[in-house]
Structures are given as structure tokens and as C-alpha cells.
């Protein structure tokens, strides 16, 4: 047996922690021991479905309280879990379901399990040949115990966040998991028998399904989770919740913390949350943008948030979930350089005059990660050179599934090249500057999106999180860019004209070059993947 399933299996017989879902309206609480125990029964109906060890089974769920006992359903039986992509209510069914089909084929799923709110979509799979089994009938079946296991068993084909239309999913191993769970155990300080996880992530993304369900479970955690709608419909379900529940952790991306803080100031009466019990949030999946942090400390201070919760965090799917978090109980470390020689010398020189950009340190990598700079020539930098960031270590993914058969992701020694820009400090910290391929480069300066889309969020109207740079002539030697901001004002014109100036007036003011075009857009326009994050390549024809 892995030591993945098998110490799993075990926690789930000895710890008296357990999954609470349903909040905020019908909450339920299953220990593990109960979740494994449904979990045989998925497993026995997936064995009379066919499914074998080195099988792979797509999952099309919402509910954690479903999610959960599937997944250990399906590795009983030593077969691998992707998380399909979620249709909304507003995506076109017969579209997703083409790009699902891409997918099913792709990672050559034998059966898809569907269950409910997504159970509409089962008959759009099942015209087209695909096997569909509901969690009800799954869970009517009888139980059966685990097959054997073993550590290079695929636990994980983890879809990255831009796999529709072009689908890739990362293959992550039993001990995959394993490694990056237990650094990720030492490096929190994580405790079983006092820690409460609060988590509304979602289970398509890493994030949400690896480092907010399957390390929980693999540890025997006491976990809270609800789905992103119910997040979504009530901000203020997540005070709700660590109030309630008496939460430590939780995690979540910078935007996600933007809208919480907005609520905490609009809609919460001082006093009516405590969230002093919180020791450690962690900020990750985009870049932390360090003024969102400190909006956050100073909206949580009145409800007991401590600003030496707040844990900046870089990670990708690649690692299986993280790379590196601050240390515990230091909080957010921001580290001031002069922006005109990261621009143009592309180095990090520190500064507190002049003009600076805040960048967040993101810690040391966790243990068994090693992180380096290397050059375009793959040539390996001091510190606070700033290059291609490459991670190396158990946790590292050994390649991707693709349409086009399968894709190895490290070098000879194991490198993995991350295609993010960025440097190392003095004490070995992380900090990121902005992905290699959307750095827009003009005048022999390198601009970085983020800058440019922080700045144009600065003008009122402007809805929070949703602006996106677009680079034009990418690879010619006078490249420029566009800026496209959502406002709920894009049907006014004199509105629209006022926020076209004062973005343009702002992001001049930041990154001392003008956009060629600004355009302002009507709410939900600007493409962003299932988990949130910008689109860049996909915005372009907004700004034509």
C-alpha cells in the first residue's frame, strides 16, 4: 500500500476529527471514519463498474460532502481523480460539453460521476458515449475494502487553469502528495488536535482539491468546507464560519480577500465576528498584491484578525499544491525596490525613495523544494537577479497529459521551469514579479501587467479585480499595450470617458508610459480561468 493511502485510511480509524458541510443552511458533520466508510461503498459500485488500478475517473460534483468519500472511493480502488471543469449558469452547454469530451478522452476516463447541481449536464455526456454514474447509485452499492497501492500510482490529473480548449492536466503520484503535504504539515505548525480548516475553495482547482481536501483527509483533519456559491452568495459566510466553527486556517486568493475586506467595512457591525481564533491565512494562486493585504488587516482588526496571520504563499499545480509560505506568525514581508533598475538592469535593488514597487516576499521554499534563478541561456543568478523561477524536489509533477500523448515536465535534473519572473532575497526568500510570457517589454524596460492593473483598479468606477492588461506586438521591437477595466457605468458616456483619462492618467503615473487604448466594459467580460485568474492572451480582441 502508498504510504499515501495507507496512512489516509489509517487517520480515518483513529482521528476524532471529521468534514462539516452544508453551511450555511444545512450543515452536516461526518468523521473520517464515516467518510471512509462511503467511501467503500463508491469503491465497490466503481468495481462493478469496471474500474481497475491505473483506471482514470472524472468527477463532475459540487457538494464537498460527495466530493470527499469519491475521491477516496476511487483511489481504493488505485485508480487516478480529475475534477472536471464546472459549467455555470451561464455557460453553453453544448460548447462545455465538446471541451469536456476533449478532456474525458484525453486522460481516457472510463466513467464520469455526476451529481447535483451538474446532474442537468449528465444526458449532454451520455449522448455522446460517455459513461455517467451517479454518487446516489454509487453509494447504494456494497462496500468493498482497498486494492494495493503504490507510491508512482497516479493520484491526481489535476486540469490546469487554462485546459479548456486546449486541455493539459498535471499528473500528480501518490508520493507526490505525500512529499508536499508533509512539508507543508512542518511548515505550518499544523497540529490535528487543536487546527480547524475553513475552507470554500474550490474542488477543480489545487488549491481547493489537493491542499484544502486531500491533505486534510490525509492527515484525519478537523475540516469546514463549503462550495465558491455559497462563498460567493454571502462574502461574509467566511467570518461567519472561523466565528463559529473557531477556524485557524483557511487560505484563498488576493482577489477573494479584496472583496472580503470591502464587506467587512460595508456590511459587518464591530464585534459581530470574532476571527482572533485565525493563526494562519493563506494568500496565494495569484500575486499578492501587499495594499490589498494591508486594506484586509486594517477591515479584519475590529473583528480580532491578527496581521501576523495573513501568510503570503507561491505554489501551482506542478508541486502539487505549494512552493513556499512566509514563516508562521510573521506576517506579510514587503520588500521596497527601486522600479526603474527592475525594469531596465532587472535587478532588485532596494529602495524607500524615488520610484518603488512593493513587491510581497513569499518565504523560503518548504522542505524537499529547491528554487533557482536561471537567465534565458539557463544560466543561474545571484541574488536579486531577477529570471525564470525553477523548482526542483519530490513534490514536482514528472509531466502533463496532453491531447497530443504525454509531456514531461522537468529537465535532465530535474528542473521545472515555472514561467514565472522573478528574484531571491538576501535570506532566501521568494518574490514574484509577473509571468514570463506577459511581460510587455517597451523601450528595453520590462513593464509587468499587475502593475498596470493595479493602477487602473485605483479609479473609481472601476470594478475591483476586474482589469487586464493586454500586451500588443508581442516580440517586435516597439511592443505596447491596452488596458480594459469593467465598470457597471460602461453604458454612460460621459462616465465612460472620465474612467478612459483617469486610467490612463494612473498607469502613466505608475509605470511612466501611456496605453495605447483604453476600453471600458460591461460586468463578467474580461476572460478569467475557472478559478478566477486573468485571461491576458484571451482579452486581446476586447481591446482591437
Known amino acids: ?102 478532456v474525458i478522452g484525453m486522460i481516457e476516463a472510463k466513467v464520469v460521476i455526476v451529481s447535483d447541481p451538474f446532474t442537468p449536464a449528465a ?65 505550518a505548525h499544523f497540529d490535528t488536535n487543536t487546527d480547524v480548516i475553513v475552507s470554500w475553495l474550490p474542488c477543480f482547482h489545487d488549491m481547493g482539491m489537493t491542499g484544502f481536501l486531500t491533505v486534510p483527509m490525509y492527515f484525519g483533519a478537523e475540516l469546514v468546507k463549503v462550495t465558491p456559491m455559497d462563498f460567493l452568495g454571502d462574502i461574509l459566510l467566511w467570518a461567519k464560519l472561523i466565528d463559529k466553527y473557531r477556524g485557524t486556517m483557511t ?14 467595512r460595508r456590511q459587518a457591525e464591530e464585534g459581530q465576528f470574532d476571527l482572533s481564533s485565525l493563526r494562519w491565512a493563506l494568500s496565494g494562486a495569484e500575486q499578492v498584491d501587499p495594499v490589498d493585504v494591508e486594506d484586509l488587516c486594517e477591515a479584519g482588526a475590529p473583528f480580532g484578525l491578527r496581521r ?42 532596494p529602495a524607500t525613495k524615488g520610484n518603488t514597487r512593493r513587491l510581497v516576499a513569499l518565504g523560503k521554499p518548504i522542505d524537499g523544494l529547491e528554487v533557482r534563478i536561471v537567465d534565458e541561456d539557463d544560466n543561474m543568478l545571484g541574488e536579486r537577479a531577477v529570471g525564470v523561477i525553477q523548482v526542483r524536489g519530490k513534490p514536482v509533477t514528472k509531466g502533463y497529459i496532453t491531447m497530443a500523448g504525454f509531456i514531461g515536465a522537468q529537465d535532465k535534473a530535474g528542473w521545472y521551469d515555472t514561467g514565472d519572473m522573478g528574484y531571491l532575497t538576501e535570506v532566501g526568500d521568494i518574490v514574484v514579479c509577473g509571468r514570463v510570457k506577459d511581460v510587455i517589454i517597451m523601450a528595453g524596460k520590462n513593464i509587468y501587467p ?13 470594478r475591483a479585480g476586474c482589469s487586464v492588461a493586454v500586451r500588443l506586438n508581442a516580440g517586435l521591437s516597439r511592443e505596447t499595450f491596452a488596458v480594459a477595466v469593467e465598470s ?24 511612466d508610459v501611456r496605453p495605447r487604448n483604453v476600453v471600458v466594459l460591461q460586468p463578467g467580460v474580461i476572460p478569467k480561468t475557472p478559478s478566477g485568474k486573468l485571461r491576458r492572451a484571451h482579452a486581446l480582441s476586447l481591446v482591437d
Open 1 to 102: 500500500m502508498s504510504k499515501f493511502t495507507e496512512t489516509m485510511f489509517a487517520n480515518a480509524h483513529t482521528s476524532r476529527n471529521g468534514m462539516t458541510t452544508g453551511d450555511p443552511h444545512a450543515p452536516v458533520r461526518h468523521t473520517w471514519k464515516e467518510v471512509y466508510e462511503r467511501a467503500r461503498r463508491i469503491s465497490g459500485g466503481l468495481a462493478a463498474a469496471g474500474i481497475e488500478h491505473g483506471d482514470a475517473v472524472a468527477v463532475l460534483a459540487g457538494a464537498p460532502v460527495e466530493i470527499a468519500p469519491a475521491a477516496q472511493g476511487i483511489w481504493m480502488r488505485g485508480a487516478s481523480l480529475t475534477m472536471l471543469h464546472q459549467p455555470t449558469p451561464r455557460t453553453d452547454l453544448q460548447r462545455w460539453a465538446l471541451e469536456t469530451m476533449d
Open 123 to 187: 444526458p449532454v455526456l451520455t449522448e455522446r458515449g460517455i459513461r455517467v454514474l451517479s454518487f446516489e447509485e454509487l453509494l447504494a452499492s456494497e462496500p468493498i475494502d482497498p486494492v494495493e497501492t503504490h507510491e508512482d500510482d497516479l493520484a491526481l490529473m489535476q486540469l490546469t487553469s487554462g485546459s479548456t480548449g486546449f486541455p493539459k492536466a498535471v499528473c500528480i503520484s501518490h508520493a507526490n502528495v505525500v512529499a508536499n503535504a508533509e512539508a507543508m504539515f512542518v511548515g
Open 251 to 264: 487560505a484563498a486568493p488576493n482577489f477573494a480577500y479584496n472583496l472580503f475586506a470591502k464587506r467587512l
Open 308 to 349: 501576523e496571520a495573513i501568510v503570503p504563499a507561491y505554489g501551482m499545480a506542478e508541486t502539487t499544491v505549494a512552493v513556499s509560505f512566509t514563516e508562521c506568525g510573521v506576517g506579510m514581508v514587503v520588500d521596497e525596490i527601486d522600479a526603474d533598475l527592475l525594469a531596465v538592469l532587472h535587478r532588485a535593488v
Open 450 to 462: 499587475t502593475d498596470i492593473e493595479r493602477a487602473a483598479t485605483r479609479v473609481a468606477g472601476v
Open 488 to 511: 457597471n457605468d460602461f453604458d454612460k458616456p460621459d462616465e465612460v470617458r472620465r474612467i478612459e483619462r483617469q486610467v490612463a492618467h494612473e498607469v502613466f503615473g505608475d509605470v
